[in-house]
Protein backbone atom coordinates (compact mmCIF):
# COMPACT_ATOMS: atom_id res chain seq x y z
CA UNK A 1 0.00 0.00 0.00
CA UNK A 2 1.34 3.70 -0.46
CA UNK A 3 0.46 6.57 1.50
CA UNK A 4 0.96 10.08 1.21
CA UNK A 5 0.69 12.88 3.65
CA UNK A 6 -1.48 15.76 2.74
CA UNK A 7 -0.05 17.66 5.18
CA UNK A 8 3.60 17.26 4.16
CA UNK A 9 3.25 17.05 0.29
CA UNK A 10 6.49 15.23 -0.44
CA UNK A 11 6.13 12.51 2.32
CA UNK A 12 5.08 9.34 0.86
CA UNK A 13 6.16 5.75 1.99
CA UNK A 14 5.28 2.20 0.62
CA UNK A 15 4.26 -0.32 3.48
CA UNK A 16 2.43 -3.56 4.26
CA UNK A 17 -1.06 -2.92 5.99
CA UNK A 18 -3.58 -5.55 7.57
CA UNK A 19 -7.18 -5.21 6.96
CA UNK A 20 -8.98 -5.56 10.36
CA UNK A 21 -12.54 -5.80 10.08
CA UNK A 22 -13.14 -5.75 13.57
CA UNK A 23 -11.79 -1.96 12.72
CA UNK A 24 -15.19 -0.88 12.37
CA UNK A 25 -15.21 3.70 11.48
CA UNK A 26 -17.81 5.58 9.95
CA UNK A 27 -15.31 7.46 7.75
CA UNK A 28 -12.05 5.86 5.94
CA UNK A 29 -9.46 5.43 8.93
CA UNK A 30 -5.67 4.15 8.40
CA UNK A 31 -4.11 3.42 11.50
CA UNK A 32 -0.42 4.35 11.50
CA UNK A 33 1.94 3.74 14.20
CA UNK A 34 3.77 6.72 15.58
CA UNK A 35 7.39 5.44 14.09
CA UNK A 36 5.13 5.73 10.44
CA UNK A 37 3.87 9.28 11.64
CA UNK A 38 7.09 10.37 11.61
CA UNK A 39 8.37 9.18 8.56
CA UNK A 40 5.48 11.19 6.75
CA UNK A 41 5.76 14.06 9.29
CA UNK A 42 2.20 13.55 10.64
CA UNK A 43 3.80 13.75 14.35
CA UNK A 44 4.52 17.55 14.20
CA UNK A 45 0.90 17.74 13.68
CA UNK A 46 -0.93 15.99 16.82
CA UNK A 47 -1.32 19.12 18.70
CA UNK A 48 -4.17 19.45 15.94
CA UNK A 49 -5.61 16.42 16.10
CA UNK A 50 -8.71 15.04 17.86
CA UNK A 51 -7.97 12.65 20.40
CA UNK A 52 -10.72 9.77 20.38
CA UNK A 53 -11.61 6.71 22.21
CA UNK A 54 -11.33 3.34 20.10
CA UNK A 55 -12.50 -0.22 21.67
CA UNK A 56 -10.08 -3.00 21.61
CA UNK A 57 -9.84 -6.33 22.88
CA UNK A 58 -7.61 -5.07 25.50
CA UNK A 59 -9.73 -2.46 26.42
CA UNK A 60 -10.46 1.17 25.44
CA UNK A 61 -7.28 3.45 23.98
CA UNK A 62 -7.05 6.90 23.07
CA UNK A 63 -5.50 7.67 19.93
CA UNK A 64 -5.11 10.80 17.65
CA UNK A 65 -7.50 11.44 14.88
CA UNK A 66 -6.03 13.67 12.10
CA UNK A 67 -9.01 14.11 9.95
CA UNK A 68 -8.52 13.42 5.58
CA UNK A 69 -4.59 13.54 6.22
CA UNK A 70 -3.42 10.98 4.18
CA UNK A 71 -4.33 9.41 0.71
CA UNK A 72 -3.63 5.76 0.39
CA UNK A 73 -4.24 3.46 -2.22
CA UNK A 74 -3.26 -0.09 -3.08
CA UNK A 75 -0.14 -0.80 -5.63
CA UNK A 76 0.59 -4.44 -6.89
CA UNK A 77 2.13 -5.16 -9.45
CA UNK A 78 -0.37 -5.52 -11.60
CA UNK A 79 -2.96 -3.37 -10.46
CA UNK A 80 -3.72 -0.29 -8.52
CA UNK A 81 -7.08 0.45 -6.31
CA UNK A 82 -8.36 3.59 -6.76
CA UNK A 83 -6.68 6.25 -4.77
CA UNK A 84 -8.31 7.29 -1.32
CA UNK A 85 -8.63 10.75 1.14
CA UNK A 86 -8.72 9.18 4.88
CA UNK A 87 -8.41 10.02 8.78
CA UNK A 88 -4.69 8.86 9.86
CA UNK A 89 -5.61 7.29 13.42
CA UNK A 90 -2.13 7.79 15.21
CA UNK A 91 -1.17 5.34 17.90
CA UNK A 92 1.82 5.11 19.87
CA UNK A 93 0.82 0.99 20.86
CA UNK A 94 -0.07 -0.81 17.49
CA UNK A 95 3.37 -1.32 15.13
CA UNK A 96 1.36 -2.35 12.24
CA UNK A 97 -0.41 0.01 9.66
CA UNK A 98 -4.32 -0.80 9.71
CA UNK A 99 -7.40 -0.69 7.55
CA UNK A 100 -10.76 -0.13 8.79
CA UNK A 101 -13.94 -1.70 7.25
CA UNK A 102 -14.81 1.54 5.59
CA UNK A 103 -11.85 2.14 3.72
CA UNK A 104 -10.93 -1.30 2.70
CA UNK A 105 -14.32 -0.83 1.09
CA UNK A 106 -13.45 2.39 -0.66
CA UNK A 107 -10.10 0.70 -1.98
CA UNK A 108 -11.82 -2.29 -3.31
CA UNK A 109 -10.13 -4.52 -1.19
CA UNK A 110 -12.06 -8.17 -0.87
CA UNK A 111 -11.12 -10.73 1.76
CA UNK A 112 -11.51 -14.31 0.19
CA UNK A 113 -10.12 -16.20 3.21
CA UNK A 114 -8.62 -14.45 6.41
CA UNK A 115 -7.32 -17.29 7.47
CA UNK A 116 -4.95 -17.85 4.36
CA UNK A 117 -4.83 -14.35 3.66
CA UNK A 118 -6.00 -14.49 0.35
CA UNK A 119 -7.84 -11.61 -1.26
CA UNK A 120 -8.04 -9.71 -4.28
CA UNK A 121 -9.61 -6.02 -5.43
CA UNK A 122 -12.53 -5.72 -6.76
CA UNK A 123 -11.71 -4.96 -10.32
CA UNK A 124 -9.46 -7.59 -10.47
CA UNK A 125 -10.65 -10.41 -13.09
CA UNK A 126 -12.38 -13.52 -11.18
CA UNK A 127 -9.50 -15.81 -11.17
CA UNK A 128 -7.07 -13.73 -9.55
CA UNK A 129 -6.36 -14.32 -6.24
CA UNK A 130 -3.63 -12.61 -4.44
CA UNK A 131 -1.60 -13.50 -1.09
CA UNK A 132 -1.08 -11.93 2.05
CA UNK A 133 2.60 -10.15 1.90
CA UNK A 134 4.60 -11.13 5.60
CA UNK A 135 3.81 -8.70 7.95
CA UNK A 136 5.57 -5.16 8.24
CA UNK A 137 6.31 -3.43 11.67
CA UNK A 138 7.26 -0.25 12.60
CA UNK A 139 8.76 0.10 15.93
Not at 79 to 99: M, N, Q
Not at 102 to 111: D, P, S
Amino acid sequence: MRIRSLLSASKEVTTVALVNSGFEADTPQLLIPLKLAQELSLHARLLEARIESYGTVGGPVRLYVLPSSVETWVDEEDARSPKVVCDAVISDTEYEVLISDYLAGMLGIMVEDFREGIWKLKADPPHVKRQTHPPQVWR
